[in-house]
């Protein structure tokens, strides 16, 4: 029988690092499990950070709301803070799996995992998120594009932790919007997701943020379709044109989900959904 | 110990006797709502050791050796057995004995079994697993309908040419579409469906000292059991001695042997010792029985006024590996195929094929709801052609008591079609339709669809469709129930209970229901074919009412009264009326003995009288003479942009004859327009070159709550089925058939272009909305 540790600090999380080198950090264990189920040989030792201190709260700290690693998807998407500041990442949050998984499920496990389908990954993307990476060497923080590597890859380093993450708020609040398609309402991984961060002034777009996940084997961000809705206000004509640029941008798969063909096509139809927020005033309010 | 589930015992303060037609609360609510019924997965004896197959993982091949020496020396396993160690036939089969115990030479789909590992515990069968070497031969298979019957094509059973297994026709008339005003003509598909029971394949088994093999397990047939543990193992049938005890559902992959022939094989080998075996779910993904997928080509015509006129149908259904009820799946589908409409000339032309994918078997309307596609989808393209309302048009053909049927059956039971398409005609949901398509959201569309469908009740024509039921006073004046056809959630203990309560006048905390036992039970046939209540409540009318008689009897010399005027039963005595007297039945228990304390009764249901000459090459199960009705609609809404399907409304209307208890009629109602709402829009069970890709609820994707919509079920005012327990009729399979037709009528009604493939996917969908 492999052990299951459970530190309370930093330093005792970090002996046991030492002491199992081959350990595996859990959080919620939502991924973790079944991917353990899956195999036949002896299972590694556990390091659970349920009990962590410093790892399952949500705090404003100056400009920035900063969100323990270990803090489910359930106090993700109904805290105060995120909720005022923060609904593409509770949007985003909120749709994974149903209400007794994301009581389970951590924000930090569903970077970690880093699936291409990860419903929050979109919302960190856009909303400039840092990963706070912890080990024996101290804090790093990274963005977004460096942390996430590639499919279930990360840049965390052999006995390093994802600790925090940091997300910068939004100023002026502008429109955040998030659309997921999975096969059914809940329970469902995602086919292709749509995030979007607008901004506008005087029915004109001033700012514009697009990621797309589930259609490439990470976040897909497209410069040419966030150009094409710049300037403009937001109509059927500026939303096609960066449809356009969508469908050259995802490199979607095939899979028993869903055809390339139809991740292809919806991630640039889900831009139409946009045409809804045309009269939203500068708050981002749809009127 | 068999295990009871009692009568509302504590839940119902009321001490009023049951009463037919009420919605009186389950039988099993209490138990199960507090965790507290047993079911065969959570059996936990003492002393237990495990047991688990060995598959093969190759779809088709032949099997050479396998390497056991490092498995047998694990510490754990006490015994590795082959298909040498099986000592009997080693074949299983309901009717068709076609399917191995264990693998001797050929496999023929992924889960075909190898070996049966049995141990102390997880963890060695789990070393053991990975250690054992299969060497096999694999060759190339057929993987489907296409591949199978081509010509030359590679062989799944040598002794089944072409690899049908099943070849048949029902011809009634003449069909002349040069006569017809307006022809419709499609194809469609069908896919297979899971059953996705909560409770997977799950038993224990014992062999005691005397011989008996004692096996508690989760099974829709607890007495063919001993037949086919007995025919594949070698044992004495009597020597077989089976508990079902509650079932965490059935819906019909739990009719045929599962884990009974492997169990029984293992305990054979640990005397005295239990075994348990209990699929993971991945197991029962690939091993599981599932419904056939179908191919279907329907040709269609009418006369001007929209009389249907003929039909030609052929169907297509793939039953994988083995046989189980392939050929009587598809002889069922036949029997449905021109629908339940007046029509003078069909010919359907039905053929069963093999191939090397997992094996179809039986679930919930079987063969029925994939021709319902078909002719519910043909319904509606006539209607366009002929420009006339889809609901009219069913009308006017609909099926009424004394018509024939499309395969030619005189209709002489209860036919009440027509008044669940008259509750549609006068519904709002249907006379509001046009308006609520109008008021579609944004990046929406909106339509509503009708589906008319039926199934056929009982065995049908050929095997005998009988029960026998055992109604027992105890000591203390309690009645026990012996149900003999399982539970598997449909609640038929709960309606024998309200009716022995009816009959014997008793409240619910009077009475008790055993779950069978074949050794205190009698054969009664499967939990199945909406037959159990059916079936089994007759013959329990029978012995209630002979137990009833008994009583007055006993009260009568009891209370010196000449005969039996003026007695009638109460909860817990028998009463003088004119002089007020009474008997408690506890006095009265104990002056009884327990034979005469005990009542069997037993009911044969009709067959046909008068077969008509229609059918070629149908073995067994032609014709059936019982069906319910239904008509179904369904408002959906698309969503433009992803083309994904929200049912936002659904309404089924049932002829199910007399309704006993209403809310579980409405239950039964739900529970199969749900399924079906599935089997239309969301379940795939997906195999690749025989390797199945959907092994989890992960990637079989059912319906959630937040998919599904609110269910309205309405019981219409219809005939009784006079040879029924109190009127009744089963409908556990009829609302399965009509969610799919109805969907897809729907989405042609919002604007989509027909769609002929289930399950419709929103890529499909989105493809049907382009150039429209």
Same mark, same amino acid.
Request: net charge negative; glycine share 10%; charged share 20%.
């Given at each position: 029988m492999?052990?299951?540790l459970?530190?309370?600090?930093?330093e005792?999380?970090l002996?046991m690092?030492?002491?199992y080198?081959?350990?595996?950090?859990?959080?919620?264990?939502?991924?973790?499990?079944?991917?353990l189920?899956?195999k036949?040989?002896?299972?590694p030792?556990?390091?659970?950070?349920?009990r962590?201190?410093?790892m399952?709260?949500?705090?404003?700290?100056?400009d920035?709301?900063?969100?323990?690693?270990?803090c489910?998807?359930?106090?993700?998407?109904?805290h105060?803070?995120t909720?005022?500041?923060?609904?593409?990442?509770?949007?985003?949050?909120d749709s994974v799996?149903?209400?007794?998984?994301?009581?389970m499920?951590?924000?930090g496990g569903n970077?970690?995992?880093?699936s291409?389908a990860?419903d929050t990954l979109?919302?960190?993307f856009?909303l400039?998120?840092?990963?706070?990476?912890?080990?024996e060497k101290g804090l790093?923080?990274?963005?977004m594009?460096?942390f996430?590597?590639?499919?279930?890859?990360?840049?965390?380093?052999?006995g390093e932790?994802l600790?925090?993450?940091?997300?910068?708020?939004?100023?002026?609040?502008?429109?955040?919007?998030?659309?997921?398609?999975g096969?059914?309402n809940a329970?469902?991984?995602?086919?292709?997701?749509?995030?979007?961060?607008?901004?506008?002034?005087?029915g004109?777009?001033?700012q514009a943020r697009?990621?797309?996940g589930s259609?490439g084997?990470k976040?897909i961000?497209?410069s040419?379709?966030?150009?094409?809705l710049?300037?403009?206000?937001l109509r059927?004509?500026?939303?096609k044109?960066?449809a356009?640029y969508a469908?050259?941008?995802?490199?979607?798969?095939s899979?028993?989900?869903a055809?390339?063909?139809?991740r292809?096509k919806v991630s640039a139809?889900?831009?139409?959904r946009l045409?809804?927020y045309?009269?939203?005033?500068?708050?981002?309010?749809?009127? | 110990?068999?295990?009871q589930?009692?009568g509302?015992?504590?839940?119902s303060p009321?001490?009023?006797p049951m009463?037919?037609?009420l919605?009186?609360?389950?039988?099993?609510?209490?138990?199960?709502a507090?965790?507290?019924?047993?079911?065969?997965?959570?059996?936990f004896p003492?002393?237990?050791l495990l047991?688990q197959?060995?598959r093969?993982g190759l779809?088709?091949?032949?099997?050479?050796?396998?390497d056991l020496e490092?498995?047998?020396?694990?510490?754990?396993?006490?015994?590795?057995?082959?298909?040498?160690d099986v000592?009997?036939s080693?074949?299983?089969g309901?009717?068709?004995k076609?399917?191995?115990?264990?693998v001797?030479?050929?496999?023929?789909?992924?889960?075909?079994?190898?070996?049966?590992?049995i141990?102390e515990?997880?963890?060695a069968?789990?070393?053991?697993?990975?250690c054992i070497?299969?060497?096999a031969?694999p060759?190339?298979?057929?993987?489907?309908?296409?591949?199978a019957?081509?010509?030359n094509a590679?062989?799944?059973?040598?002794?089944k040419?072409?690899?049908? /297994?099943a070849?048949?026709?029902i011809?009634k008339?003449k069909p002349?579409?040069?006569a017809?005003?307006?022809?419709v003509?499609?194809w469609?598909?069908?896919p297979?469906?899971a059953h996705?029971?909560l409770?997977?394949?799950a038993?224990?088994?014992?062999?005691l000292e005397d011989g008996?093999l004692?096996?508690?397990?989760?099974?829709?047939?607890?007495?063919?059991?001993r037949?086919e543990?007995s025919?594949?193992l070698?044992?004495?049938?009597?020597?077989?001695h089976?508990?079902?005890p509650?079932l965490?559902?059935?819906?019909?992959?739990?009719d045929g042997a599962?884990?009974q022939?492997?169990l029984?094989?293992?305990?054979?080998?640990?005397?005295?010792? =239990?075994v348990k075996?209990l699929?993971?779910?991945?197991?029962?993904f690939?091993?599981?029985?599932?419904?056939?997928?179908?191919r279907m080509h329907y040709?269609?015509g009418?006369l001007a006024?929209?009389? /249907?006129?003929?039909?030609?149908?052929?169907?297509w259904?793939d039953?994988g590996?083995?046989?189980? /009820?392939g050929?009587?799946?598809?002889?069922?589908?036949?029997e449905?195929?021109?629908?339940?409409?007046?029509?003078?000339?069909?010919?359907t032309e039905?053929?069963?094929?093999?191939t090397?994918?997992?094996?179809?078997g039986?679930m919930r309307a079987?063969?029925v709801?994939?021709?319902?596609?078909?002719?519910?989808?043909?319904?509606?393209m006539?209607?366009e052609?002929l420009?006339q309302?889809?609901?009219?048009?069913?009308l006017?053909?609909a099926l009424?008591?004394?018509?024939t049927?499309?395969?030619?059956v005189?209709?002489e039971?209860s036919?009440?079609?027509?008044a669940?398409?008259e509750?549609?005609?006068?519904?709002?949901?249907w006379?509001?339709?046009r308006q609520w398509q109008?008021?579609?959201?944004?990046?929406?569309i909106?339509?509503?669809?009708?589906?008319?469908v039926?199934?056929?009740?009982?065995?049908?024509?050929g095997?005998r469709?009988a029960?026998?039921?055992?109604i027992?006073?105890d000591?203390k004046?309690h009645f026990?129930?012996?149900?003999a056809?399982t539970d598997?959630?449909?609640?038929?203990?709960?309606a024998?209970l309200?009716i022995?309560g009816?009959?014997?006048?008793?409240s619910a905390e009077?009475l008790?229901?055993?779950?069978p036992?074949t050794?205190?039970?009698y054969?009664s046939?499967s939990?199945?074919?909406?037959?159990?209540?059916?079936?089994?409540?007759?013959?329990l009318?029978?012995?209630?009412?002979e137990?009833?008689?008994r +009583?007055?009897?006993r009260?009568g010399?009891?209370?010196?009264?000449?005969n039996?005027?003026?007695?009638?039963l109460e909860p817990g005595r028998?009463?003088?009326e004119p002089s007020?007297?009474s008997?408690?039945?506890?006095?009265?228990a104990?002056f009884?003995? +327990?034979e005469?304390?005990?009542?069997l009764g037993?009911?044969?249901?009709?067959?046909?009288?008068e077969?008509?000459d229609? =059918?070629?090459?149908f073995?067994?199960?032609?014709p059936?003479?019982?069906?319910?009705?239904?008509a179904?609609l369904?408002?959906?809404?698309?969503?433009? /942009?992803t083309?994904?399907v929200q049912?936002k409304d659904?309404?089924?209307?049932t002829d199910g004859?007399?309704v006993?208890n209403? =809310?579980?009629?409405?239950q039964?109602?739900?529970?199969g327009v749900?399924?079906?709402?599935?089997?239309?829009?969301?379940?795939d069970?997906?195999?690749?070159?025989?390797v199945?890709k959907?092994k989890?609820?992960t990637?079989?994707l059912?319906?959630g709550?937040?998919?599904?919509?609110?269910i309205l079920?309405?019981?219409?005012?219809v005939?009784e089925?006079?040879?029924g327990?109190?009127g009744?009729?089963g409908?556990?399979?009829?609302?399965m058939?009509?969610?799919?037709?109805a969907?897809?009528n729907a989405?042609?009604?919002?604007?989509?272009?027909?769609?002929?493939?289930?399950?419709?996917m929103?890529?499909?969908v989105?493809?049907?909305?382009?150039?429209r």
């Amino acid at each position: 029988m492999n052990p299951v540790l459970f530190p309370r600090t930093e330093e005792m999380l970090l002996s046991m690092v030492k002491a199992y080198p081959e350990a595996r950090f859990m959080a919620g264990g939502t991924d973790l499990l079944v991917a353990l189920r899956q195999k036949q040989k002896a299972l590694p030792p556990l390091i659970g950070l349920e009990r962590m201190e410093g790892m399952g709260d949500i705090l404003r700290e100056g400009d920035e709301i900063s969100i323990g690693a270990a803090c489910t998807l359930k106090e993700v998407a109904s805290h105060p803070l995120t909720r005022q500041h923060l609904p593409l990442l509770c949007q985003g949050a909120d749709s994974v799996g149903g209400p007794a998984l994301r009581n389970m499920a951590t924000l930090g496990g569903n970077l970690c995992t880093a699936s291409p389908a990860g419903d929050t990954l979109p919302a960190l993307f856009l909303l400039e998120a840092r990963p706070e990476l912890l080990s024996e060497k101290g804090l790093r923080t990274l963005s977004m594009e460096a942390f996430i590597t590639g499919p279930g890859r990360t840049a965390l380093l052999p006995g390093e932790l994802l600790h925090r993450i940091r997300i910068p708020i939004p100023p002026n609040a502008p429109i955040q919007h998030f659309e997921k398609v999975g096969n059914r309402n809940a329970m469902a991984i995602a086919v292709a997701s749509l995030a979007a961060l607008i901004r506008m002034e005087q029915g004109l777009v001033t700012q514009a943020r697009l990621a797309w996940g589930s259609v490439g084997p990470k976040v897909i961000r497209s410069s040419e379709a966030e150009a094409a809705l710049m300037g403009k206000p937001l109509r059927e004509e500026s939303l096609k044109e960066a449809a356009f640029y969508a469908q050259k941008a995802v490199q979607p798969i095939s899979d028993i989900r869903a055809s390339a063909d139809y991740r292809k096509k919806v991630s640039a139809s889900l831009l139409q959904r946009l045409i809804l927020y045309r009269d939203s005033d500068d708050k981002g309010e749809r009127s | 110990m068999p295990t009871q589930i009692s009568g509302n015992a504590t839940e119902s303060p009321s001490r009023s006797p049951m009463t037919i037609g009420l919605p009186l609360p389950r039988g099993d609510a209490r138990a199960k709502a507090c965790g507290r019924e047993p079911y065969a997965a959570d059996l936990f004896p003492e002393n237990l050791l495990l047991a688990q197959a060995l598959r093969s993982g190759l779809p088709c091949g032949r099997l050479l050796e396998l390497d056991l020496e490092e498995a047998r020396q694990i510490p754990g396993i006490v015994a590795i057995l082959t298909a040498k160690d099986v000592p009997g036939s080693n074949r299983q089969g309901i009717i068709h004995k076609d399917m191995p115990v264990l693998v001797e030479d050929r496999i023929r789909y992924c889960g075909d079994p190898v070996a049966l590992l049995i141990a102390e515990n997880k963890e060695a069968i789990r070393s053991a697993m990975s250690c054992i070497r299969i060497h096999a031969e694999p060759s190339p298979g057929v993987f489907d309908l296409d591949e199978a019957m081509a010509e030359n094509a590679p062989l799944v059973h040598e002794d089944k040419p072409g690899n049908m /297994l099943a070849k048949a026709t029902i011809q009634k008339g003449k069909p002349d579409f040069d006569a017809c005003a307006a022809v419709v003509e499609g194809w469609f598909e069908t896919p297979v469906q899971a059953h996705g029971f909560l409770e997977t394949e799950a038993g224990t088994a014992c062999l005691l000292e005397d011989g008996t093999l004692r096996m508690e397990v989760s099974t829709q047939s607890p007495f063919r059991d001993r037949l086919e543990i007995s025919h594949a193992l070698g044992i004495p049938f009597m020597q077989v001695h089976i508990h079902a005890p509650s079932l965490g559902g059935g819906f019909g992959g739990k009719d045929g042997a599962t884990v009974q022939c492997l169990l029984g094989l293992a305990a054979l080998h640990c005397p005295g010792r =239990s075994v348990k075996m209990l699929w993971e779910r991945e197991e029962s993904f690939v091993a599981g029985y599932k419904r056939h997928a179908c191919r279907m080509h329907y040709r269609l015509g009418a006369l001007a006024d929209g009389s /249907l006129h003929s039909l030609h149908a052929r169907l297509w259904y793939d039953t994988g590996a083995y046989a189980h /009820l392939g050929p009587e799946v598809m002889e069922l589908g036949m029997e449905h195929a021109a629908g339940p409409y007046r029509i003078p000339h069909n010919l359907t032309e039905g053929f069963c094929v093999h191939t090397h994918t997992p094996t179809g078997g039986a679930m919930r309307a079987f063969g029925v709801c994939q021709v319902s596609f078909a002719f519910e989808s043909m319904m509606d393209m006539l209607a366009e052609k002929l420009k006339q309302d889809p609901l009219e048009l069913r009308l006017r053909n609909a099926l009424h008591r004394g018509d024939t049927n499309g395969a030619g059956v005189l209709l002489e039971s209860s036919t009440s079609l027509a008044a669940c398409l008259e509750g549609i005609r006068n519904h709002p949901l249907w006379q509001t339709r046009r308006q609520w398509q109008k008021e579609a959201p944004p990046f929406c569309i909106r339509g509503t669809g009708l589906a008319a469908v039926f199934n056929a009740a009982g065995y049908g024509g050929g095997v005998r469709d009988a029960a026998i039921a055992k109604i027992e006073m105890d000591v203390k004046g309690h009645f026990i129930v012996h149900n003999a056809v399982t539970d598997m959630g449909q609640g038929n203990s709960s309606a024998f209970l309200q009716i022995a309560g009816h009959i014997l006048r008793q409240s619910a905390e009077a009475l008790s229901l055993r779950q069978p036992d074949t050794r205190s039970a009698y054969p009664s046939g499967s939990s199945s074919a909406g037959r159990t209540t059916y079936t089994f409540g007759k013959a329990l009318i029978s012995a209630c009412e002979e137990l009833a008689s008994r +009583l007055i009897n006993r009260a009568g010399l009891i209370l010196f009264l000449q005969n039996d005027e003026g007695l009638v039963l109460e909860p817990g005595r028998v009463r003088h009326e004119p002089s007020g007297r009474s008997v408690s039945l506890e006095q009265l228990a104990s002056f009884m003995s +327990l034979e005469e304390r005990v009542c069997l009764g037993q009911f044969i249901a009709p067959v046909c009288r008068e077969v008509p000459d229609t =059918s070629r090459g149908f073995f067994i199960g032609f014709p059936h003479v019982i069906f319910g009705y239904g008509a179904h609609l369904a408002r959906v809404e698309v969503d433009t /942009l992803t083309g994904r399907v929200q049912v936002k409304d659904y309404l089924a209307l049932t002829d199910g004859g007399a309704v006993l208890n209403p =809310s579980m009629f409405d239950q039964q109602v739900q529970g199969g327009v749900a399924q079906g709402i599935g089997y239309a829009l969301y379940e795939d069970f997906i195999t690749e070159k025989g390797v199945v890709k959907t092994k989890d609820f992960t990637t079989y994707l059912m319906p959630g709550s937040l998919d599904l919509p609110d269910i309205l079920s309405l019981a219409p005012p219809v005939e009784e089925e006079e040879s029924g327990p109190f009127g009744m009729k089963g409908i556990g399979e009829v609302a399965m058939n009509g969610p799919l037709p109805a969907i897809a009528n729907a989405l042609r009604d919002a604007g989509c272009r027909r769609i002929h493939k289930a399950p419709i996917m929103a890529e499909a969908v989105l493809g049907s909305l382009e150039n429209r």
